[in-house]
């Protein structure tokens, strides 16, 4: 059974059965280690790419696009809490024909889409409720695109237009957004999605859209202006983002001078967000131009002082040059309408202007022993705007700071940055080791073939030994087969050499089956002959 097998095959059997007891073992577990990374190996590079099949479903669609693609045996994966299906890249857009001709995902019907199911029957009332539906569902599905929504809800309410009516209502929009919970939605975000519903929709204000989230709390509610999250004003939030950035300024400067860790900044600011508008009117005329109207009015008396009645007016008046003399009297009115220029001037201040501002420095006293505070608070001073007149304020002491908390924290990031290492380390060293060891299995392997190769080799002398042995042993076998058969009996000569092929033959096996042994016989009886 063994000699129908291929020689290489062969080969290795008997390389394998020369093998030692402890070489056999190690040969064994050198396959099985090799074997086993193998098949890992294989496994990891036949594992397909994923793509994403479709995002942001809902639970009904992803459940049925799941029991569709389980029906088909396709592979797949989820993500994002299971509103992402991933499939094999390659399969990506055979899969999207094939589940859009099942109809999934259900819900992409709630757009535009549903303007294709209306009949010449459909009266003004249907086609104006399929229009704000189908608007709502591609102003819903255009949200849940922004990064950070999962979800999204759309509500209009657009009034019919009336002709004889003179005072239309609003159209109004209210948004329902659900957010991740890791990923709260931005001031900026929410904003993005008030003016895009705004610009969506004809007629429609920013004013008029309300943002809340799926938690009942209010995003937007009008104006396009965020409001502010965590249960803060706009104001408060406004102050403290103002704050934190004058900190950091200014711990950035301090820590140039003392170093970092040994000062503490902080300031305390008072921002007016108070709205105020101011409208100035100004008149202001120009000289050289001519006036658009002039009006001259004069008058004047002259008499001969004969008059015999008395004189109007008051009795104190005294009449010039005495009763009989000769009275003048002149006057002139000039009105005169100039060009003017009149200027209107509106003003409104922006909110957030600074009020007041306090700021507190606290050094380290043991590394700023040699600074001087009065230059630490001119430089505070400057740097943060400070207005004495505004009633601004700035301390700065020096005092030795509590450094146990810190070393503590060094000494802990050393550590874990010393067990890291040496994690690393340890891997490496695991994976030489498992180097090592496949490398010294496969040496011992190479070493006990070349051995057994030796030992089946005979030497020279060995196989000259053994061929005149060989003869000898067939010159014997002849002079005795002479000897009993008498010499007309030619027909032994067939038998003769039938014998002498057994034989050699059986010498050839020998050797073969048994090479130590005979290598061993064949040095006896060199020796003995020497």
Avoid: C
């Amino acid at each position: 059974m063994t000699d129908r097998l291929p020689a290489p095959v062969r080969k290795v059997g008997d390389t394998f059965k020369s093998f030692t007891p402890g070489q056999k073992a190690v040969t064994i577990v050198a396959v099985l280690a090799l074997a086993i990374g193998g098949y890992f190996f294989a496994t990891w590079a036949a594992k397909p790419s994923y793509a994403p099949l479709f995002s942001n479903l809902s639970s009904k669609d992803a459940s049925a696009i799941v029991e569709s693609l389980q029906g088909a045996g396709t592979p797949y994966e989820l993500s994002n809490g299971g509103q992402t299906i991933l499939v094999p890249q390659d399969q990506v857009y055979d899969l999207r024909l094939q589940l859009s001709g099942e109809g999934l995902p259900g819900e992409s019907d709630t757009g535009y889409a549903l303007l294709d199911q209306q009949g010449i029957t459909t009266s003004d009332f249907m086609q104006h409720t399929n229009y704000q539906r189908a608007l709502e569902g591609e102003l819903a599905s255009t949200i849940k695109s922004i990064d950070g929504v999962e979800a999204a809800t759309v509500h209009l309410v657009i009034p019919q237009k009336d002709v004889f009516a003179d005072d239309q209502n609003k159209t109004t929009a209210s948004v329902l957004v659900q957010s991740k919970s890791s990923q709260p939605l931005a001031g900026e975000q929410v904003q993005a999605i008030v003016h895009l519903v705004a610009s969506s929709v004809e007629g429609l204000d920013p004013t008029q859209v309300t943002v809340a989230g799926a938690d009942g709390r209010i995003l937007s509610s009008g104006g396009g202006a965020p409001v502010a999250t965590g249960g803060n004003s706009g104001g408060e939030s406004e102050t403290v983002a103002f704050q934190n950035r004058l900190n950091a300024s200014l711990q950035n400067m301090l820590d140039s001078v003392v170093g970092p860790g040994n000062s503490v900044v902080t300031t305390t600011a008072e921002l007016d967000f108070d709205q105020t508008e101011t409208t100035t009117k100004t008149y202001t005329a120009d000289p050289s131009l001519p006036a658009l109207s002039e009006k001259i009015r004069r008058e004047a008396y002259n008499g001969n002082g004969n008059g015999q009645g008395g004189v109007l007016g008051p009795d104190n008046v005294q009449v010039p040059n005495g009763a009989n003399g000769t009275g003048q009297y002149e006057q002139t009115d000039t009105t005169r309408n100039n060009a003017i220029n009149e200027t209107l001037e509106a003003r409104r201040s922006a909110p957030g202007s600074v009020k007041r501002l306090n700021a507190a420095v606290m050094l380290n006293s043991t590394v700023a022993g040699t600074i001087d505070p009065a230059q630490i608070q001119q430089l505070i001073s400057v740097a943060a705007g400070i207005d004495p007149a505004r009633g601004d304020a700035v301390a700065v002491a020096a005092m030795p700071f509590d450094t146990s908390a810190a070393t503590a924290a060094q000494a802990a990031l050393a550590q874990s940055a010393a067990a890291e290492v040496a994690a690393k380390q340890e891997s490496l060293i695991k994976t030489a080791g498992m180097v090592l060891v496949v490398l010294i299995l496969i040496f011992l392997a190479w070493r006990a073939s070349r051995r057994a190769k030796k030992r089946k080799a005979l030497t020279p002398a060995e196989l000259a030994h053994l061929e005149r042995m060989q003869a000898a042993l067939e010159q014997q076998r002849l002079a005795e087969l002479n000897a009993m058969i008498p010499s007309p009996a030619i027909e032994a000569a067939p038998q003769y050499d039938a014998a002498r092929d057994e034989r050699q033959r059986e010498i050839e096996q020998m050797v073969e089956d048994q090479p130590e042994e005979m290598a061993s016989l064949l040095r006896g009886w060199l020796a003995a002959g020497r």
